[in-house]
């Protein structure tokens, strides 16, 4: 088959609808494949029981969503609006803002994310299924930086050249209160179509509910007002909500490489979750509207930045498209260092801005070291610690960074 000689993550594809891949179905860390009912791979209950687009209760949920998938009055603001994106970020938890990514970089981008792609379906599945499926996510679903034995990309340029750029610094800078925050990571995530389960709701990051003196004078910084409690032992509780919301750990901006509509699995964020102590309902208790509750109408060339903290997860790819989502992971100028691994070659850093530089100093590696792993796309965790323990293993890679 040549589905995947030309594979593009924007337009008509042939990639993707596997029917010899039964629903809710994952793989162990060597790529047996099972059921698993927790994390990522919780079943999903209301999922077709046939992957295959004509399907009857594919048709019926396409119908369903045709007709209600989306946040009603999403806003969708412009990279100049600095002050309003803010705004809706630290209310809501996300904020998508349009043209982040010029024709050129979006090119860029969509280059990038096809070619590591191709990497990761190029893996014959088992037993007539077409694709190996990540070991434990849902079906047709990867994480380009789960999937990548450095567990990022950076050190592939196209990523590396987008964690400082003209629309999104200032935004950054805005949401941290200053520039002096930092690169922890690069990736992303896709569907492809056909992939027709819920990915259960989930944060990347859980609130530790820990405020500490750095934490603090950060969310002094910010303008939270500090409070004393009324007996006057530490913060009264307003002050302390507000001073736990506005210090997200880390802020994450995936990037659009194709507009997202009803149909080809649009992320869906639930508003205001980004601080909750509780967790997020099961996959059996989420309600229609969370379900719905999706980024439709969110353009190419778009990003959301997201507090990892909110509650988000992917929706049915009922389309012909490949919904692909490249990422650059941000964390706060008041995360200790020992968060940082190295992933982003010196050689690939050095070709960066100085202010891209400054921000990726933590996770940049010496001078002709090549990152763990870096280059190696595997879906089974079992092939990336093989290849991450013995990187001498696979050939040229030290040679060849970015590829
Ligand atoms: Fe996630």
């Not at 399907?55 to 990279?79: F, Q, S, T, Y």
């Not at 970089?105 to 990761?120: H, N, P």
Request: hydrophobic content about 35%; glycine content about 10%; charged content about 25%.
């Amino acid at each position: 088959m040549n589905e995947r000689a030309q594979i593009q993550v924007f337009g008509e594809t042939d990639v993707g609808w596997c029917a010899a891949t039964p629903p809710n179905e994952t793989t162990d860390e060597d790529g047996r494949p099972l059921i698993q009912d927790k994390g990522f791979t919780a079943p999903d209950p209301r999922a077709p029981r046939r992957r295959a687009y004509d399907d009857p209760e594919v048709c019926a949920l396409r119908e369903r969503l045709r007709r209600h998938n989306g946040l009603p009055g999403l806003e969708i603001v412009g990279p100049d609006e600095v002050e309003r994106a803010r705004r809706i970020f630290f209310r809501d938890g996300f904020v998508v803002v349009r043209d982040l990514l010029d024709a050129a970089r979006l090119a860029a981008f969509r280059e990038g994310s096809a070619r590591v792609l191709k990497q990761i379906l190029d893996i014959p599945g088992v037993g007539g299924r077409k694709y190996v499926t990540e070991t434990a996510r849902l079906p047709h679903r990867y994480s380009y930086g789960t999937s990548s034995a450095s567990r990022q990309l950076l050190h592939e340029p196209v990523w590396a050249s987008m964690v400082d750029l003209p629309t999104t610094t200032p935004i950054l800078s805005s949401l941290f209160g200053g520039d002096d925050y930092w690169v922890i990571g690069a990736g992303g995530d896709l569907c492809l179509p056909g992939a027709i389960e819920y990915q259960t709701l989930h944060s990347d990051n859980r609130e530790t509910f820990q405020l500490t003196p750095e934490r603090l004078a950060h969310a002094r910084r910010l303008g939270v007002e500090l409070r004393a409690a009324a007996d006057g032992v530490g913060l009264d509780d307003r002050a302390r909500q507000l001073a736990l919301e506005r210090t997200p750990p880390r802020v994450t901006i995936n990037f659009l490489m194709s507009d997202l509509t009803f149909e080809n699995g649009p992320i869906r964020q639930i508003p205001g979750t980004q601080a909750r102590p509780g967790s997020p309902p099961t996959q059996a208790d989420e309600p229609e509207w969370m379900r719905l509750s999706t980024l439709v109408g969110a353009p190419a060339g778009a990003g959301v930045f997201r507090d990892p903290r909110a509650w988000h997860g992917g929706t049915p790819n009922l389309s012909r498209e490949i919904r692909a989502m490249p990422n650059v992971e941000y964390a706060a100028p008041w995360c200790e260092a020992g968060a940082f691994k190295p992933s982003m070659p010196h050689e690939v850093w050095l070709g960066l801005s100085e202010h891209a530089r400054k921000i990726c100093d933590r996770i940049k590696t010496s001078p002709g070291e090549w990152p763990a792993g870096a280059g190696v796309m595997h879906p089974l965790a079992n092939r990336r610690s093989e290849a991450k323990g013995s990187p001498s293993d696979v050939p040229g890679r030290r040679q060849q960074p970015g590829r």
